[in-house]
């Protein structure tokens, strides 16, 4: 099994930035799709950015131009660098990881893995107006 353990989570005014940062520990499958998603209060989760073992990243409409996702492999950690936030990003941020089957078929679209088997428990973000 794989663990992912998020943190870089906390309170920041609009306007300003924040890096979480997504720990990925245990069994790691040499071909993989990581995601990061966010959970407003009293909405559904949704997919934010998504990067895969072969380098490619696609992103939700909401966070393209101010979020970039990233990894260091030799870490074994998935960035999400937050740039000009709003109250809306509010909410908790967790990261998943899944299967890239590789070759021409993606394996994320929008920001959202299409293979989910792991989760983290998420960390807060919190930005004020």
């Known amino acids: 099994a794989q663990d992912l353990v998020e943190s870089g989570g906390g309170s920041v005014q609009s306007g300003g930035s924040l890096r979480l940062s997504c720990l990925r520990s245990g069994y790691r499958a040499s071909s993989y799709c990581i995601s990061w998603w966010h959970q407003a209060p009293g909405k559904e989760r949704q997919g934010i950015a998504a990067?895969?073992?072969?380098?490619?990243?696609s992103y939700a409409d909401s966070v393209k131009g101010r979020f970039t996702i990233s990894q260091d492999n030799a870490k074994s950690t998935i960035y999400l660098q937050m740039n000009s936030l709003v109250p809306e990003d509010t909410g908790t941020y967790v990261c998943?990881?899944?299967?890239?089957?590789?070759?021409?078929?993606?394996?994320?679209?929008?920001?959202?893995?299409?293979?989910?088997?792991?989760w983290g428990k998420g960390t807060l973000v919190t930005v004020s107006s």
């Open positions: 990067i895969d073992s072969d380098g490619r990243v």
């Open positions: 998943s990881a899944g299967p890239n089957p590789g070759g021409p078929q993606t394996s994320h679209s929008y920001g959202s893995c299409y293979g989910r088997d792991y």
